[in-house]
């Protein structure tokens, strides 16, 4: 049994560098990608891209559609079927402009990677997120302890997050000259 096949490997390779030098897509993005390409090559046991015919991936669907989760054991959600087959498509696409793929592979194949409408609908929907409300938050500041540098560090932090609204990686991002402590006029009690 074929572990890999290198023609394969050269061309995700260069894909991946597509994504990351044309489309400046980052690293999180490209890692979902070569998953959903692992995902598909593991399908049809490695067999050569340039033998790729538009029924495998109508089986490749009906096969992903069965799998179970690796953490919770339920099957596939739709918005994970969703990007998979997003990301499958897109290669599938590029590759068809590929030179010693274009006379092999039609541009129109890669719309087999695709879900049902109502399908692709249910797994755009976005959900509400249940956030706290200030009075929660102000409550837990206030009951933060502040004795050690520390907690009033970590108790800064808390109420700074509330007072900008900024994202957690934004914060941490953040150094002192991006803050003007002049124009604070009171702190939250």
Do not use: C
Request: net charge positive.
């Amino acid at each position: 049994m074929t572990k890999h096949n290198a023609a394969n490997e050269r061309i995700k390779h260069q894909y991946f560098g597509f994504l990351k030098e044309a489309r400046h897509y980052n690293e999180p993005t490209i890692d979902a990608a070569a998953k959903a390409l692992d995902r598909f090559e593991a399908y049809t046991k490695h067999r050569d891209f340039k033998l790729y015919h538009h029924q495998q991936a109508v089986a490749f669907i009906s096969n992903l559609i069965e799998q179970k989760a690796q953490r919770s054991g339920d099957v596939l959600s739709k918005a994970t079927l969703y990007s998979t087959l997003t990301h499958l498509r897109r290669f599938f696409e590029w590759l068809a402009r590929e030179p010693g793929y274009k006379s092999r592979l039609r541009y129109s194949d890669a719309e087999y990677f695709s879900l049902s409408e109502n399908d692709a609908r249910i797994a755009k929907a976005r959900r509400e997120r249940k956030v706290p409300t200030l009075e929660q938050i102000k409550h837990v500041i206030n009951s933060m302890p502040s004795n050690t540098d520390i907690e009033k560090r970590n108790r800064a932090l808390v109420a700074f997050a509330l007072l900008t609204a900024a994202r957690d990686n934004a914060i941490a991002s953040m150094k002192l000259k991006h803050i003007d402590l002049a124009a604070w006029s009171e702190p939250i009690t």
